[in-house]
Structure formats: C-alpha cells, structure tokens
C-alpha cells in the first residue's frame, strides 16, 4: 500500500491514525534502544522469514494448480460412472430425502432430453438427480458456479457427477455432445413462500420466462425433447434465516488534492447469469423434516410429428388461422409457453397431493410409534397400580375371613371367692 492510500486512511479514520502513529513512535523508540547486533540478528531472522514463506507461497500454488488441473477431462468427454456406484448413492440419498416421483410419460430412449425444473436455492438437487436415475438409469448433466471448481476434492467429486462450470456456452455444447441435461430456473419470491408462480412472472428476481425461451431456442436447434418439471417440499424443509448480498469491489481513490475529501468508490457487480441469478450468500437453517415431492410432465418433442403439433399451438397462440412458417423465435415463445403451463398444472397438482399424502412428515410414523409406547407404559403402569391396590384390597378380604374362621372366645379372667381366701394372721 503506497503513501497515497495510507493518507486517505487516516484521513477517514483519524482515531485510527493517531493510535497507529503512537504504536509506531514506540516501536521504533524501542528498535533504537536496542544494540546494533541484535538489530542485525533481527533482520536475519525477518528476511530468512520472508523467503521461507515466499517458498511456502510458491509451493502451495503448485500443489494447489496441479491437483485442480489433474485429472483435466474435456466436458465433452464425460462417461457415466457405473451403476454399481451410483445405484447404491442414489438410494442412500433418497433413504434421507425422500421423495415421491410422478411421471406423465415414458423417457424418450435417445436420451437427449432437457429438464426444465424450478430450484430453491439449489437444495431439491440430489434428491431431483436420484429420482431421474432411478426412473432412466442415467445421469442428467448440469451447471454449477465457477466458484466450486476452485475447491480441490470438491471439484473432483462434482465432475465425477456430471457438473460443468457454468459459462454462456457450456449447455449447447453439451446438448450437441447428445447428454441429458437439466436446467434449474430461480424461483421468485413469493414462489418460495408457497404461493403459485404465475403471480410472480414480473418479479425482478425471476428469470425464469426469459431462461425458458432461452432453454427452448436451444432444444429446437439441437432437436431435443423438453421435460417440465416442478419440485416443492424444499422450501417447507429450510428457511432462509438471512441474506447477504454481494461483496462490492473497493477501490481507494487517488489523492488530488488535499483539501478535497476522499471517498471510497464502490464498484457495482456485474449482473449475474439467468442460471444463477440469486447469488448471494444465504444462511439456510433446517425447520421441518418432510418429503420431497416432484413431478415430470409429459415430454415436448422439437422433431417429426412433435414440431408438427408444436407449429399448430404456436398458431393458435399468435391467432393465425392457417399454418404458415414460423420462425425459431415465434416456436421458442410457444414452447416455453408449454413448459410454463406445464410446470403450473404440475405444481398446483403437487401441492394437492402433498396436503393428501398421509406421509408427507417423514418422522411421522416414528412419532406415532414413540407416542403409541408412551401410552402403552402409561397404560401398563395404571394396570399396574391398579392391580397392586385391587391384589392389597383381596388381601386384606382374605385375611379378614381367615381370621372369622379360626378366631376363639376370649379367655375370661379367673374369679377368686374372697371366703376361700386364706387369712394371714397378723
């Protein structure tokens, strides 16, 4: 930091300043005080100091690049992990998130397929991923942000599962390589809180028009089918204690002028993607353990007779009375119009099943089980209090009649006749 940033420092934060420059004055009165070879063995020992842990710096980037690039594979090259791996992590993750699958239609046997599914700040992923697989036997692709392949370990464990960094043009290269993928769209506010999505189509923070357009001119130029999908339950699981918005780059300004103010000049972020359009960081605590609720609806295909039928719903949406050529735009406006009702018709379904399903608290039964022995050692314990009671009261009746039974007369005293008493003479 040059001189320039330290005097606007303490231009804005004098108090500061002044403790700074009193710990300063001491401690350079203190280095004077010292001897010349003491001086001289401490500034050995600070410059051995800095060059060791410039090496250690050196080194740790090494390290750290190596196991990041290691092993580098191409998202296009991508192979799914065997079922041997995967079959038992998906059930294990839906053994602790249960979820109940719902599914319109069978799978297209291809496999190049687009999910379109609403997210909760991303939580329904493992469990949306292991009822696809359990359903399909195959690993959809997805997106995440470039921040979690700058962990090690992590990194590697997300790409083993199919996770690319999240860039403009990684989901057409994947379609074009043929793999399944999926694609999340942010939910706006009020969604998360329960109430139906349509009301909120004009919120700020939901993308999820403008993505779905996007999702569906991609699905028409890669000849891809569309699976809408709608999964609640999340938001009944967890609540969003707080939120933080992003950091803003600081910048100290240049000094000019001394007589002029400085201020700090904040550097707005760039608007985020539609694929991560909330990212802030969010502190989410658990409130209620419930099952997970999903349901796929029927696949919209782009090609043959499928684009055919596509090109008839997109008539009757602009009004035109006899089928002309449409264009790409005026087919993706119709196709996400499609996803859009089909994700409503499915959540406001879920939503009535859910209030139906006697097993929606997962922890229910045991509930019911922990109560029902509750009440089974109460009732025990009342039988046997009133047993011990009923068991004294017998005893007693018993002992009662035993005691008629063998009871005899009382023993009358002796009766003495005073004339047989012999007189004492005195």
Not at 42 to 63: H, P, Q, R, Y
Not at 262 to 269: A, G, V
């Amino acid at each position: 930091m040059d001189s320039t940033n330290l005097l606007s420092l303490a231009w804005r934060f004098p108090e500061a300043a002044k403790y700074a420059w009193q710990a300063h004055r001491k401690c350079k009165e203190f280095a004077a005080s010292l001897s010349p070879d003491v001086r001289g063995r401490i500034k050995w020992a600070w410059d051995k100091g800095l060059e060791s842990s410039l090496v250690v710096k050196k080194t740790a980037e090494k390290v750290y690049c190596d196991v990041i690039a290691f092993p580098y594979q191409a998202p296009t090259e991508w192979t799914q992990p065997t079922s041997l791996i995967l079959s038992p992590l998906a059930r294990l993750i839906l053994f602790f998130l249960p979820v109940s699958s719902d599914w319109e239609s069978s799978f297209p046997k291809d496999g190049k397929v687009l999910f379109i599914c609403n997210s909760y700040y991303s939580l329904e992923v493992p469990a949306v991923h292991s009822a696809i697989y359990m359903q399909t036997g195959r690993l959809v692709r997805f997106t995440v942000d470039p921040l979690h392949f700058k962990l090690p370990v992590w990194k590697h464990v997300l790409e083993y599962l199919g996770a690319v960094p999240e860039s403009p043009s990684i989901l057409p290269e994947l379609m074009s390589a043929g793999f399944t993928v999926i694609v999340y769209v942010p939910e706006p506010p009020r969604a998360i809180e329960g109430k139906p999505l349509i009301e909120d189509a004009s919120e700020e923070r939901s993308l999820g028009p403008a993505l779905n357009i996007q999702c569906a001119t991609w699905a028409l130029e890669k000849g891809y089918s569309v699976i809408p999908a709608t999964a609640i339950g999340a938001s009944d699981m967890f609540r969003v204690l707080c939120e933080v918005p992003p950091l803003p780059e600081i910048s100290l300004p240049t000094v000019t002028s001394l007589t002029k103010p400085w201020t700090l000049k904040l550097k707005r972020p760039s608007m985020p993607s539609p694929q991560n359009s909330n990212r802030r960081l969010r502190v989410i605590v658990p409130r209620s353990y419930q099952r997970q609720y999903v349901r796929f609806a029927a696949a919209k295909g782009t090609r043959g007779t499928s684009r055919k039928v596509l090109e008839k719903e997109c008539a009757i949406l602009l009004g035109k009375m006899s089928l002309t050529q449409f264009s790409d735009e005026e087919l993706a406006s119709a196709l996400a119009f499609n996803m859009r009702f089909a994700t409503e018709t499915n959540y406001l379904y879920l939503c009535e099943a859910r209030e139906e399903d006697p097993r929606r608290h997962v922890l229910a039964p045991l509930w019911k089980a922990v109560r029902r022995s509750g009440d089974l050692v109460v009732y025990a314990e009342q039988k046997y209090l009133g047993g011990k009671q009923m068991i004294r009261r017998k005893s007693a009746i018993g002992l009662r009649a035993l005691a008629d039974f063998v009871d005899v007369p009382p023993l009358q005293p002796p009766s003495y006749d005073e004339t047989c008493v012999p007189q004492v003479a005195c």
